[in-house]
């Protein structure tokens, strides 16, 4: 068998593509083994020794034996200097098999079916998504979807930002952190009580204006939408509505997902919001296709039955000139309301990213009324919370990403203050009002970014910060790692970031509420105080 890791590790080192600093590196080679990459199968099939080991015959022909290769470049005997070996020396094994590869112990989920964290936090941070299919032990399952803790809690309002004194029940929330997480957290103070949601949420396009990791796969996609639909129609009042933009790349997959989640019968109306103001739009007759010049918005109820609706009138004053050309005629109103919200000038920046007040400003009027809670879990620039506070509504943004001059939080301080764009003319928008701000407590994500981002240098620092941190993974016995620090300095680097990445369990990226009281995450008193008021205890 020797002879065999030998010829395997002599045949990989002659692609240069799967070294990292010079070294054969597993992981590269492992992630191309799950995708079937043709390259390494053809390069497997070149050795008849690895031909007979890893493929076996069929009448279709040759086929791949993934985890029997998955399982032999997993062994210790296999680049016993590579991370692999060094992880053998710290992951819990379970009667000589490490944890991982046992399927006594292994949760596997259907794809369909698992928690995708979508935990991007940075505008530029196209990120690797983290699925929560991955190894946990029976009692950890859960616990990303338990209530967790909010801190840097702040008021703001007429005189500008304060520490909070107090959360009152009718409060207006902006939460900064993942909103999977946030979604869950809300339900013990929030299920059956939100009478709107509507979300304009990443399309899948890779293009997004805001910059979203916006590149998922199809099926990945679908999972992110599925894990927080599922929770938002929690949250949903039995007489509540939900609205989700989308574009046509995926809003025929949406629909049906929101079928199944909403139910068929719920399904009120599919609303089209056309893009094609002819001097936003440009020179689109110089296409070579149709040209796709709008979105889809889909609108369900909670419950068909006792679902809220007011009638909505809007008054169209024609411009003069011949118009008769114009299909609608309230196109001119549009664009004059469009081109009022930023102006002329900035009308391109409009369209790529903040959604028009009088878009939302109907979706609000049609579906709550003063003093209902209006929620929005992909806030972007704050449209759905600006509008909601100029329409007397109750709202709940929650963003992960942070916008600089075009975050949410500016942008309502703005409102209080009075701006008059968007509605606030044709409403009377004199200001006022407050919102509190707070955020997820993640220190361990702050960890897992300061991994990322550090030298050789700082190695053996963030290995002891890790080894004694409240986030060491259930995997480790922090008693008995049997971690040898000179085994450690040979890794590269890249070896080391993955060690002290796996070092670090997934299930403590945030801090349950339930362990507010642990003094190893050194929470204030004043976030304590905060955190009971907002759990209702």
């Known amino acids: 068998m020797h002879k065999s890791y030998d010829r395997l590790a002599e045949l990989l080192c002659e692609v240069p593509e799967y070294a990292v600093e010079g070294k054969l590196n597993k992981n590269i080679v492992a992630e191309l083994a799950r995708k079937y990459d043709s390259g390494l199968i053809n390069k497997l099939l070149s050795d008849k020794d690895m031909k007979k080991l890893f493929f076996a015959e069929s009448d279709a022909g040759l086929i791949f034996k993934k985890d029997v290769f998955l399982t032999f470049i997993s062994q210790k005997e296999f680049l016993p200097d590579s991370y692999t070996a060094f992880e053998q020396k710290i992951g819990l094994a379970s009667g000589g098999t490490m944890l991982r590869n046992d399927d006594r112990v292994v949760l596997n989920w259907p794809y369909k079916d698992c928690i995708l964290e979508g935990g991007q936090t940075k505008e530029d941070a196209k990120r690797d998504e983290v699925f929560f299919n991955e190894i946990l032990a029976p009692d950890e399952i859960n616990t990303i979807l338990e ?17 909070l004194d107090e959360l009152k029940p009718d ?37 997004d204006g805001f910059n979203y990791n916006d590149t998922f796969s199809h099926s990945t996609w679908l999972t992110f939408m599925k894990n927080r639909l599922e929770v938002a129609k929690d949250l949903l009042s ?20 929101m079928d199944e989640v909403f139910g068929r019968d719920n399904f009120r109306s599919e609303i089209i919001w056309d893009t094609s103001i002819p001097y936003v739009a440009g020179n689109k007759w110089l296409s070579n296709n149709w040209i796709y010049s709008h979105s889809q918005i889909f609108y369900y ?41 930023l102006g002329a000038k900035d009308i391109k920046m409009q369209f790529n990213s903040r959604k028009p007040e009088h878009l939302i400003q109907r979706i609000i009027l ?20 600006a509008v909601a506070h100029k329409l007397g509504r109750q709202y709940i943004g929650v963003e992960q990403m942070y916008y600089g001059e075009s975050d949410s939080v500016n942008r309502l301080q703005k409102v209080i203050e009075g701006e008059q764009d968007g509605i606030s003319k044709e409403v009377n928008w004199q200001g006022g009002g407050s919102f509190v701000y707070c955020n997820i407590k993640n ?95």
Do not use: C
Not at 148 to 162: A, C, L, M, Q
Not at 238 to 256: C, N, P, R
Not at 443 to 461: F, H, I, S
């Open 147 to 163: 209530d967790k803790v909010f801190t840097n809690w702040k008021r703001y309002d007429k005189d500008g930002e304060h520490e």
């Open 443 to 537: 220190d361990a994500n702050k960890l897992r970014e300061d991994v990322k981002l550090a030298d050789n240098k700082k190695m053996d620092d963030l290995l002891d910060k890790v080894l004694h941190s409240s986030f060491l993974s259930y995997r480790i016995d922090a008693k008995n790692h049997n971690i040898k620090l000179g085994d450690f300095h040979k890794l590269s680097l890249m070896d080391k970031k993955h060690v002290l990445l796996d070092l670090i369990d997934n299930n403590t990226l945030y801090v349950n509420y339930s362990e507010i009281d642990d003094a190893t995450y050194k929470i204030s008193d004043e976030d304590k105080r905060h955190n009971k008021e907002f759990y209702g205890e």
């Open 171 to 207: 409060d207006n929330l902006i939460i900064k952190g993942n909103n999977l997480v946030v979604l869950h957290s809300l339900r013990k103070r929030f299920v059956g009580k939100v009478k709107l949601i509507y979300i304009d949420p990443p399309y899948n396009t890779g293009n």
């Open 238 to 257: 039995d007489d509540g509505s939900i609205y989700v933009q989308m574009d046509v790349k995926e809003a025929h997959y949406l629909k049906i997902l």
């Open 301 to 341: 109820a909670k419950h068909k039955s006792s679902v809220t609706f007011n009638k909505l009138t809007f008054d169209v004053q024609q411009p003069s000139g011949d118009i008769s050309h114009k299909p609608y005629k309230d196109i001119w109103s549009d664009i004059k309301n469009f081109s009022g919200f």
């Open 366 to 385: 049609a579906s709550s009324n003063p003093g209902d809670i209006v929620l929005d879990y992909h806030l972007g620039s704050g449209t759905t919370a």
